[in-house]
């Protein structure tokens, strides 16, 4: 049984923000004919699913400010991130991308919404070792606790904190995840999904001590 937190407190979306944001709501539509970028029985609510579940990413760790996205896909959470990171001196999200398609969508919304972020295409595990000192990792609807932890273990013991969204079945796949002595974990309750979390992995002191209000 996990012991889940309340939700982080939201940061307040300002008028530039949310011009922002319909940006990548409407080039989001405009590209998901081509390729799928997120489940079509999700288009009608954008931005409750994914759009206000990405926002809390950033809201669960605020003094993080640069930012590894791994799998990054349709840009959610990255993207997200990266935009609010737009006015923050040194603030950047390396978003890591295998399909060259999405790759090019993740450009287009970064250049069109002046997001603060680097496209990267190629495998997580190449990419992620090349990249400077991470705050924090993040990922959405990647692939079970297991595998996040193996992928991102050696940067969370370094001192990244990862910041996973993760659904209902957390507990169960936490008792398959190889246990490595330095990183713990956190939970918050997710705002957009009942069932839902967001765990926080790292150090303990990282992870007890630098989480928003």
Known sequence: MIQVEPSPVPLPVDPDLEERLKIYEGLLLKWQPKMNLVAPSTLKAIRQRHIEDSLQVFDALPSAKVWADIGSGGGFPGL????????????????????????AFLREVSRETMASAEIH?????????????????????????????????????NGSIGVFLKGQDVASELTKTPIYSKILFRFLQSRTDPQGVIVLAGLADLIEGGVGP
């Open 80 to 103: 997200v991130t990266a935009m609010r990171l737009r006015t923050v001196s040194g603030g950047v999200v390396h978003l890591i991308e295998s399909d060259h398609r999405k790759c």
């Open 121 to 157: 295409r190629g495998r997580i595990e190449d990419v992620l070792p090349t990249l400077p000192k991470l705050d924090a990792i993040s990922a959405r609807a990647l692939s079970s606790m297991a595998q996040l932890i193996d992928m991102t273990h050696e940067r969370l013991e």
